[in-house]
């Protein structure tokens, strides 16, 4: 299985990028922070992108992929536009029009925005595997509740939104293929909409309990997050099928605030996943790093342990 990392941009730094091109990993990807900030970070790594460039050179000069993940929508659709264009923003339950998360996803017009955006965004911030994950809002329940939408499910919606950013991303990169992410109120997979042609899955099972193994039919938490996969794989293939995993990930570990807490990865964990994913036809895994670089190294005294990682040691 094919292994990556993904961390925040202000983190990539001298120390990061030694010890990822001297690893095993496949891929490397910059994932600006989510939630609210969202837009204003992703906005900040496009305009960062001359002093992160030399660093990124390095890498994939390694062989090691680049790519970029973020929750993008609210970049590609400012709030700002509602003032001229209320009915591309999706509606509440209470029928009334809302700029808080997502657009209305059968709002031609919006979705004709979206792709001219995200063209516009894969332009900017190129993968060097052809490969983009530009999400929707990073919201476990946001789905637009209009009349013409209300016959969609929240996954079908966001199939939607990401087949538009498929067609934009075909138009910068004729090669490039544009992830569905199933995660939190998207996880299900759609039942009325079919997916473009160059849509891969990517599957965050955010909502696991993460001190069992995913595949553990004891854990009911996990079977919530592993019984959809039939569906999923069934409708999006295996081509390209991504896990986007927390492993590594101390900012959650650390409750999203610094400074970054002590971090001891569960090793056995990880394998019996990879063992996991790989019998359901995965062949590429990513996990979150974020809080384990100079920062970490200033508030806990060392690197983080997370060689095996890094290493695949025995996988």
């Not at 299900?188 to 696991?208: C, K, Q, S, W």
């Not at 996943?273 to 979150?288: I, K, N, P």
Request: with cysteine; aromatic share 10%.
């Amino acid at each position: 299985m094919k292994l990556g990392i993904l961390i925040h941009p202000d983190e990539l730094s001298e120390s990061w990028v030694r010890r990822i091109c001297g690893s095993e990993l496949s891929l490397f990807g910059l994932h600006p922070v989510g939630g609210n900030d969202a837009p204003a970070s992703m906005a900040e790594l496009i305009r960062d992108r001359e002093r992160l460039e030399p660093y990124l050179a390095e890498i994939r000069g390694s062989g090691i992929g680049i790519e970029h993940e973020m929750h993008a929508l609210r970049w590609f659709v400012p709030a700002g536009l509602s003032e001229k264009h209320p009915e591309w923003f999706r509606m509440n339950g209470d029928g009334l029009r809302t700029t808080d998360h997502n657009i209305c996803a059968t709002n031609g017009e919006a979705l004709a925005y979206v792709e001219k955006r995200a063209e516009e965004a894969a332009r900017l911030l190129p993968s060097s595997t052809h490969r983009y994950h530009f999400w929707i809002d990073d919201v476990d329940s946001a789905k637009c509740h209009c009349e013409k939408c209300a016959a969609f499910t929240a996954s079908d919606q966001a199939l939607l939104i990401y087949n538009a950013i498929a067609r934009g991303v075909r138009r910068a990169d004729p090669s490039g293929r544009q992830c569905y992410l199933a995660y939190h109120g998207t996880l299900a997979a759609p039942t009325h909409v079919m997916p473009e042609g160059n849509i891969f899955l990517e599957y965050a099972p955010m909502d696991r309990d993460f001190t069992r193994p995913i595949g553990d039919v004891g854990c009911e938490k996990n079977v919530r997050q592993t019984e959809v996969l039939d569906a999923l794989l069934d409708l999006f293939g295996c081509e390209d099928a991504t896990v986007c995993e927390y492993w590594l990930d101390n900012s959650m570990y650390s409750g999203w605030k610094k400074p970054p807490k002590k971090f001891t990865w569960d090793e056995s964990i990880f394998r019996a996943d990879v063992g996991y994913y790989e019998s359901r036809g995965f062949g590429t895994a990513t996990t979150f790093a974020c809080y384990l670089g100079d920062e970490y190294r200033e508030a806990c005294g060392e690197d983080a342990d997370i060689d095996g990682y890094l290493h695949k040691i025995s996988l």
